[in-house]
C-alpha cells in the first residue's frame, strides 16, 4: 500500500485508514446494530492488510467504538490513532451538540485514553465547528500536545477561514468524493499550501458508489440506519447517483478495479489528500477495498471521472462542511 507523510516531518500513514463509524453501532447517525466481534475481526482485517491508522470519535455510539478501536490496537501498538473531541450526544439521544470549551475538551480527551487504553492519542481534532469563537478551545488544544496527552492536532469539517485560525495546525478532515467535491476548491489547496495533512472520509457514501448499493437494499436497512434520513440517499439523488454508478463500470474494469474501489483511488489521488478512511460491516468486505491503496490516477482519469459525476448532476458547490451535511440529515429526518 502506498503511503503519505502527514505533513513534513511527521508520521508516514497509509493512504488508505480503517473508518470505525461502524463499531459504535446503532446511534443517532449510526449504520443499525452491529456485533463487537465482528467489528474487531474487521479491523484487524485492515490492519493485517497494511492499513497503519485507524480512526474514530467519542461520539460514535457513545464511547462504544472508541472501547472496540483500544481493545483491537492493544495488539497494534505500532498503528495510530485519529480521534476527535466537541461533539456530543444530547441525553435522549435523538440530537447531538457541540462543545468546544477547555473543560469540554480536557474531558473528552482523558474519557478518550481510557476508552483506547493508550497513554498519548496520535491524531486528535475538533470534531464539528462551534458557532462562535473556537479560539479558547484551540489554546487547550496546543496546550493538550505541550502535554504530551496529544502528539498531533487539527480540525475537522471546516473552511479555510476557520483553519486560517488555527495556529499550530497539523491536519485536517473532511467530506470528499466523487458526488461532494467541495472541499477541493479551496480547502485541498490550502493545505498543500500550508502543509497540512488532509484525510478524507465518505469516498463511498457510505456504499452508495460501492457498485453494490440497489434502492432494494437502502429499503432492507435496519430502521436504525441513519440512511434512510440521509440527503444522498433521497429519491431526489439517488437515482442519479445510482446512474453514475453503472457509467463507472466501464472506466472501473478498464483498471482492474471494482467500481467501489475506483471510488476510493478517486479520493486518494487527488491533490492535497493525505489519506481515505474507508470503512467495513465484515472482513470479507475490506478484502474489497485493499487494492485501491495501490493505484494512483492520473489527472487525465481523474477528470474523466469528474466529467461523468458531473454529467449526472454532482457538480461542486461551495465547500461542503459535516454541519452543512447534518443540516441536510435533519431536514430529512422523519
Not at 29 to 53: C, F, H, I, P
Not at 79 to 106: E, M, Q, W
Not at 299 to 307: H, K, N, R
Amino acid at each position: 500500500m502506498r503511503h503519505k507523510l502527514l505533513f513534513p516531518g511527521g508520521p508516514s500513514l497509509s493512504v488508505l485508514g480503517f473508518g470505525a463509524w461502524k463499531a459504535g453501532g446503532g446511534w443517532i447517525y449510526g449504520l443499525g446494530q452491529v456485533d463487537d466481534q465482528t467489528s474487531m475481526a474487521t479491523m484487524r482485517k485492515a490492519l493485517e492488510g497494511g492499513v497503519n491508522w485507524v480512526d474514530t470519535a467519542p461520539i460514535y455510539g457513545a464511547g462504544r467504538s472508541e472501547e472496540v478501536v483500544g481493545r483491537v490496537l492493544a495488539d497494534f501498538p505500532g498503528v495510530l490513532v485519529n480521534t476527535k473531541c466537541g461533539h456530543f450526544l444530547s441525553p435522549d439521544g435523538k440530537s447531538t451538540y457541540v462543545d468546544l470549551s477547555p473543560a469540554a475538551i480536557r474531558r473528552d480527551c482523558e474519557a478518550s485514553i481510557k476508552r483506547l487504553g493508550r497513554e498519548v492519542i496520535d491524531m486528535y481534532q475538533f470534531h464539528i465547528p462551534a458557532s462562535g469563537s473556537m479560539a479558547e478551545g484551540w489554546q487547550t488544544m496546543l496546550d493538550l500536545q505541550r502535554e504530551g496527552k496529544v502528539r498531533w492536532i487539527g480540525s475537522c469539517n471546516v473552511g479555510v477561514e476557520a483553519l486560517s485560525g488555527f495556529p499550530g495546525l497539523n491536519l485536517t478532515e473532511g467530506v470528499f468524493n466523487l458526488l461532494h467535491r467541495g472541499l477541493g476548491r479551496e480547502v485541498l489547496p490550502w493545505v498543500v499550501q500550508h502543509e497540512v495533512g488532509a484525510l478524507v472520509y465518505e469516498a463511498q457514501v457510505t456504499g452508495l458508489l460501492t457498485g453494490s448499493f440497489s434502492a432494494e437494499r437502502l429499503a432492507s436497512l435496519p430502521p436504525d440506519d441513519f440512511r434512510h434520513r440521509a440527503v444522498d440517499f433521497q429519491p431526489e439523488v439517488l437515482p442519479r447517483a445510482l446512474k453514475l454508478v453503472e457509467d463507472l463500470r466501464p472506466q472501473a474494469a478498464d483498471l482492474g478495479l471494482s467500481v467501489g474501489e475506483l471510488a476510493i483511488a478517486y479520493a486518494c489521488s487527488e491533490p492535497g489528500v493525505t489519506g481515505v478512511m474507508v470503512g467495513a460491516s465484515n472482513p470479507g468486505q475490506v478484502g474489497g477495498w485493499l487494492q485501491a491503496g495501490e493505484v494512483e490516477l492520473t489527472l487525465s482519469q481523474q477528470a474523466e471521472l469528474v466529467a461523468l459525476a458531473t454529467s449526472t448532476g454532482f457538480t461542486p458547490g461551495a465547500d461542503e462542511t459535516y454541519a452543512s451535511v447534518l443540516k441536510s440529515i435533519s431536514s430529512n429526518r422523519a
